[in-house]
């Protein structure tokens, strides 16, 4: 049923958990929501949605050895939240570093596995029907999530899957053993490790396929089950363009799977703390005409939240703001409240804090933000009790919200300076690293790093910057898994992360909380190929881990490896190596 006028384009009848008695059930809901989906698409130009990608955590968890004991630490993946691992391209135990080909065709289907004790290279492969996207390690565990492709038949077209492979590496050879494979019908949009517990959300954008239902199912090393009707459920979401999202929990050690449900309705970002999933998604103004539905320049987010336990998910409640949500960052809970940065389409930025009791209920907001400049959001970081929000057009305005009081959030200053910081993150609670680019004449490039003392709430100050050439480049700007942060046994804090340009490399740096100083860079190796029509593969330095005193920057073509200190003890990137793959 088309309605007369919609503020956002969400169906107000779905305002709260819709559940099946049967598939037809399900069909039936579904068909009714996908036809005012087909008509707001007809007379819009589209969503433009992409998807992606407890207390806040600084992120880049060590895994630093207790007292008394000899083993060296060792960086693991840059994450969001303390305790609630993410995906990457490269995982390590200190033993050994697995890794996966960063180019988009995936070399090989293998896992790379180089041991640093004794330098040996060798490979995990998968099927010939997958693509590694990313990789967890769990103890003895290793899992790789991959991508998958369903051929057509008369009952369904071809779809992209999500594959989840778990190896046992506990082997006296130190072989992997494949102890399980879980394919679901549905593209990988997002996951996170908990202990041993594996959370996957994933989106199928083909629900009904000559208008019938398509059951959600999984198969499992080669058996399918499909998702009871019970376990299907509706969720607020935007009705432009809904699908159909798995939230599967898997126990890694088991390797079982112990939950899945799926909800008709989309998400962009996700967050994820020790007891909840959020997850946003973009709505937007639409206005009737003549000639059927047109939208408006008028952007929103709903947020759904789900209850998590180490088994299993379920919807708890969802909340509805304006503006658009950068990413993940944007949003964090923290002693029950929920946090949510959006940017305005009318310009500027507004923070929203919800109580998280039964639902979700707005306690407070503060606005306008970066208001006067037409400017909007470009990097967020939670620390407990406060809130460092940049935005920006032309200059970069770094706001101090504090929100010791949920209930009355207070903007405590405002730091204009040039530049912008596209990550943030906290060197300790009175010091926060920012990366990004360089404000050239109004538009933003060259990498930057700046040391912000924010100890004085009401007066940030930016006390120490290290500026790189014009053309240079790095992905940490929009994946903050490039990022390592470490402190090492001897007591230094060291970052890094890969950078593009002319010196092409990956480049590490140090801070005691007061200045910044580079150690060194690491440059993509030399690659020389006797057969001119040899495949060779990408040698940029994409990532990097540390591993007692020694860093490896990994690329497609192998490994560069570096000393951390010289002979006289000082921090210096030494006595370089490379490790060729396959």
Partial sequence: VLLPGIRFDTDPAVHALVTFRSYDDAEAYIRDREKLSDALRSYSFGCGLSLVGCSSSSGGTDSSPDPGESEPSYSETNTQVDGVDESDLVKTDGEKIYSLPFSAYRIGRRVNVYDVNTGEVSYVYLDDDSTPDSLYLAGDRLVVLAAGRTEATDDAPARTTTQVYVFDLSGEDGKAVRLAKFEYPAALADSRRVDDSLYLAMTDSTVLYRDALLIPEVTVNGETTPVAADDIFGVPGPAHNNRLTYLAVIDIEAAVQTDLKAYYGTFDNLYMNGSAIYTSATVYS??????????????????????????????????????????????????????????????????????????????????????????????????????????????????????????????????????????????????????????????????????????????????????????????????HKAFLYHTLDSGETVFGFPILSDKSGYVLLTTDGKALGEVGWLLAPDIAESNPFAYIPDNTLRRAVIIGDRLYAISDYGLVVADLFDTDGALSLTGTETVRFL
């Fill in 286 to 479: 639409y206005k009737r005409g003549a000639y059927g539905y047109t939208r408006t320049g008028t952007a929103g987010t709903i947020v759904n939240r789900y209850a998590v336990t180490d088994t299993g998910t379920s919807y708890h409640s969802s909340a509805e703001t304006d503006g658009t949500v950068l990413n993940q960052f944007s949003m964090d809970e923290y002693d029950g409240y929920f946090r949510l940065a959006t940017s305005l389409s009318d310009g500027g930025a507004r923070l929203t804090v919800y109580s998280v009791g039964d639902a979700l209920t707005e306690a407070a907001r503060v606005e306008g933000m970066g208001k006067e400049d037409n400017e909007r959001i470009y990097s967020v970081r939670y620390n407990g009790a406060v809130c460092y929000l940049v935005t920006a057009r032309e200059t970069d305005p770094l706001y101090v919200i504090d929100l010791t009081d949920p209930t009355q959030p207070v903007v405590a200053s405002e730091l204009k300076i040039p530049d912008v910081s596209d990550y943030m993150h906290m060197y300790d609670d009175n010091t926060v690293i920012g990366i990004g680019r360089q404000d050239q004449f109004g538009s933003f490039y060259g990498m930057q790093v700046s040391l912000f003392d924010v100890s004085d709430r009401a007066n940030p100050q930016k006390i120490n910057q290290i500026l790189y050439t014009d053309d240079s480049y790095s992905p940490i700007t929009n994946d």
